[in-house]
């Protein structure tokens, strides 16, 4: 406690004293990483969704960190290249590294530092996010657990990252392996992607990845992995552990996958139902797609033309449009055309609303 406490503290005394000048961007949403498990000497790529922040679509973006040290020390008026994201889309960018390098850290003194610690910021740092911890997964324990197999998650999605963890010194054989290879399929062996000795670009894509002491984890993302069609609804993987060219194998093992659960259509709406030219228009809509994050009006009544934005996230994004003011002098109009798209230009709602007659 004492040292979140400390790590606190510690980043507010290193905010720059224009700190007062900040526009504050809000707060960094879902954060993971692919591998979904790592050790701190192995390359991991870091994500991060800014759905729910005020940080342009597809802008510049970099990190400044400061523990478990600051690489970009001095540099918050003009951040230096290392430190820039990359742009994956639909509002959510990446951040490769390797953390024993990128820190100059042994991995005994990351593990032993107060994590992550972090804001996302403009280059020149007028715009920042707020701050913000990077999750570790620590999957040391898997190394006395006497399991065969351990997966990160414990239920994947077909679209999740996945790190699966295998102990062959538990499995007969498999002591003098050259190599461990992983042949798998989906869906009760459905969809496959098999081990195939004498394919060199099947043998580089099922290798698994050495851990030492007879320790391998394989790393993947079920869609792209096994090339799955669109629709594709994984309910489970079977696989075994492959040594060398068949020289062994595995058990059967099987994980099952995690429920799949639609998102909910989007709803949009006016509000009130019915207005006149002397009422506010509320305009919102609920449950956006990934990457709409603001609502792009125009309203025109006679010659009279409104235009407008409303920022929000992925839950919602609501406004109102000022009538009163906006067609004081537009005469006596009984109907408003009301066009509304989204940052991607997606039309949302073209009509036309009836106005109640003003006294």
């Known amino acids: 406690m004492k040292k979140f406490i400390h790590t606190i503290i510690l980043a507010l005394m290193l905010v720059p004293n224009l700190i007062s000048a900040q526009e504050e961007a809000g707060a960094v949403g879902q954060m993971w990483s692919y591998p979904v498990v790592y050790k701190y000497d192995e390359e ?32 918050w008026a003009n951040s230096s290249d290392f430190a820039k994201l990359e742009y994956v889309g639909n509002m959510v960018w990446s951040f490769t ?29 007028t715009k920042q996010s707020g701050v913000a911890n990077m999750p570790y997964t620590d999957f040391s324990s898997f ?61 580089e894509k099922t290798k ?44 059967d093992q099987v994980i099952t996958a995690a429920d799949f659960i639609p998102p909910p259509p989007p709803e949009f709406r006016f509000f009130p139902m019915n207005i006149s030219k002397n009422d506010f228009l509320g305009i919102i809509r609920k449950n956006n797609e990934p990457g709409i994050n603001t609502l792009i009006y125009t309203v025109t009544a006679g010659t009279t033309e409104l235009t407008g934005q409303f920022s929000g996230n992925v839950s919602e994004i609501k406004g109102f449009v000022n009538l009163p003011t906006g067609l004081q002098n537009a005469g006596n109009i009984t109907e408003i055309h009301v066009l509304v798209k989204d940052n991607q230009n997606h039309t949302i709602s073209d009509t036309t609303i009836p106005l109640k007659t003003v006294d």
């Open 143 to 203: 190394y006395t657990a006497n399991q065969i197999v351990r997966s990160y998650p414990e239920h994947p999605t077909l679209e999740g990252g996945l790190s699966i963890l295998f102990n062959s010194n538990l499995v007969p054989g498999f002591a003098d392996a050259t190599s461990v290879h992983f042949h798998s399929g989906l869906n009760n062996w459905s969809l496959l992607q098999e081990y195939q000795a004498w394919l060199p670009e099947i043998v």
């Open 208 to 251: 698994c990845k050495d851990l030492g002491g007879g320790f391998y984890k394989m790393d993947l993302v079920p869609k792209t992995y096994y090339n799955a069609p669109d629709g594709f609804v994984m309910t489970n993987i079977n696989f075994l552990f492959v040594k060398n060219d068949w020289a062994g194998t595995s058990p």
């Open 44 to 75: 991991v790529t870091w994500y991060f969704d800014l759905n729910g922040t005020t940080f342009a679509d597809g802008s510049d973006i970099y990190i400044w960190i400061w523990s478990p040290s600051e690489p970009d020390a001095g540099n």
């Open 97 to 125: 590294l390797t953390p024993t390098v990128y820190f100059s850290k042994t991995p005994e003194e990351i593990a032993a530092s107060a994590g992550f610690w972090f804001r996302l910021k403009d280059d020149a740092g």
